[in-house]
């Protein structure tokens, strides 16, 4: 017989503590987060697949008050998810990459309820991935020294705005390069 976990163990999030509690649900992007392969991908896929449905209904406004409303949540709900885990950002928890790639494809909409080409926004879900799983520089610095709910958001958010900066960046420099001005 195998004694029983320590009090303090990690717990392990699948289906049955997922469905316990709608916060736990949300955190864990309605289960997104359960993918035993890459759970962080996971959330941000069914970000992209969210904005896909989303982006025909929501104006700017909409979608300013939808990423502020989530943060907000996100930064609460994630926080509990995390301590009833007992870890501090348990990787099962992918609210935080939902919302910072709705960010990312809100951003790079070149009008409201029109969606940017797809291989931009490829690029946007690609750049986000690579700042968000490597944490180095700003996005790093985040994840290390915030804690808590908010530090789950923060380190996403920063990994968005990165991925703003590069792809605004890349495209300024590429108008420039041909001749359009800066």
């Given amino acids: 017989m195998n004694p029983p976990p320590p009090a303090n163990a990690a717990v392990r999030a699948d289906w049955r503590f997922a469905l316990k ?108 991935r690579l700042f968000d799983a490597v944490k180095r520089g700003p996005v790093g610095w985040a994840d290390k020294h915030i804690k808590g709910g908010v530090g789950i958001m923060l380190d996403d958010l920063v990994a968005a705005l990165l991925t703003l900066g590069v792809l605004f960046g890349a495209r300024r420099a590429l108008l420039w390069g041909f001749g359009y001005g800066v």
Avoid at 52 to 75: D, E, K, R, V
């Fill in 21 to 128: 509690n709608p916060v736990h649900l949300l955190a864990l992007g309605f289960g997104a987060g359960l993918s035993p392969i890459a759970p962080g991908t996971a959330g941000s896929l069914l970000g992209w697949a969210g904005y896909l449905l989303l982006a025909p209904w929501l104006s700017n406004f909409g979608w300013a008050a939808l990423l502020l409303g989530g943060f907000m949540l996100g930064g609460w709900a994630c926080g509990r998810t995390a301590r009833a885990l007992r870890t501090d950002d348990p990787s099962a928890v992918v609210w935080d990459e939902i919302i910072a790639v709705w960010l990312v494809l809100w951003l790079l909409q070149p009008a409201p309820g029109a969606p940017a080409a797809w291989w931009l926004q490829a690029a946007g879900f690609a750049l986000f």
